[in-house]
T-cell receptor, first 115, second 113 residues
Framework: GAVVSQHPSRVICKSGTSVKIECRSL??????MFWYRQFPKQSLMLMAT?????????EQGVEKDKFLINHASLTLSTLTVTSAHPEDSSFYIC???????????FGPGTRLLVL | TQLLEQSPQFLSIQEGENLTVYCNSS?????LQWYRQEPGEGPVLLVT?????EVKKLKRLTFQFGDARKDSSLHITAAQPGDTGLYLC?????????????FGTGTLLAVQP
């Protein structure tokens, strides 16, 4: 199978601090990973496409300076929420696209709560 | 902008009933996927349809892709409490080497025993 992990699974932080979320493909290489945001009982909204070795592509309305994405290897992408505020509290989900394949494999999500 | 509208938004039914969830768009997609998500977890892929008019069956679930590849439906026969969850359709858009997924608005299903 294709397994994607996220760390941490949940995090609570104070307003103004930065939080880093990791997304790893455990048993396959992923040239491309995607970051989504989901509010309670709502759908997933694509935030950005993370490409290994190049800059991420952000969706319209997503601040690239606030949500920093780094995809330094074929198995790891990180999302850093900088200067987090309570409105950034959400469920963040990543997915990994297997190199040469067609399917996205989703991680279990990270619950962020900003106080 | 949400390009995929799902209906109904919420659905509460009794065990054993049948139901259909619709996923509609004005855009054409290269593929259409259906996911089920439970609270606090990532979405789990149920099926991918790629051909207009395609019908796929997965036990009690039947998925159909519209002829024009703009809409899809999910039909569940004899629903069970274990079917409870958030059902999401997602349209694939080819963006270079990778398909971006645009998720639908979601349908929250509750099956009462």
């Amino acid at each position: 199978g294709a397994v994607v992990s996220q760390h941490p699974s949940r995090v609570i932080c104070k307003s103004g601090t930065s939080v880093k979320i990791e997304c790893r493909s455990l048993d396959f290489q992923a040239t491309t990973m995607f970051w989504y945001r989901q509010f309670p009982k709502q759908s997933l909204m694509l935030m950005a496409t993370s490409n290994e070795g190049s800059k991420a592509t952000y969706e319209q309305g997503v601040e690239k300076d606030k949500f920093l994405i780094n995809h330094a290897s074929l198995t790891l992408s990180t999302l850093t929420v900088t200067s987090a505020h309570p409105e950034d509290s959400s469920f963040y989900i990543c997915s990994a696209h297997r190199t040469g394949g067609e399917t996205q494999y989703f991680g279990p999500g990270t619950r962020l709560l900003v106080l | 902008t949400q390009l995929l509208e799902q209906s109904p938004q919420f659905l509460s039914i009794q065990e054993g009933e049948n139901l259909t969830v619709y996923c509609n768009s004005s855009s054409v997609f290269s593929s259409l996927q259906w996911y089920r998500q439970e609270p606090g977890e990532g979405p789990v892929l149920l099926v991918t349809v790629v051909t207009g008019g395609e019908v796929k069956k997965l036990k009690r679930l039947t998925f159909q892709f519209g002829d024009a590849r703009k809409d899809s439906s999910l039909h569940i026969t004899a629903a069970q409490p274990g079917d409870t969850g958030l059902y999401l359709c997602a349209g694939g858009r080819y963006g270079g080497a990778t398909n971006k997924l645009i998720f639908g608005t979601g349908t929250l299903l509750a099956v009462q025993p």
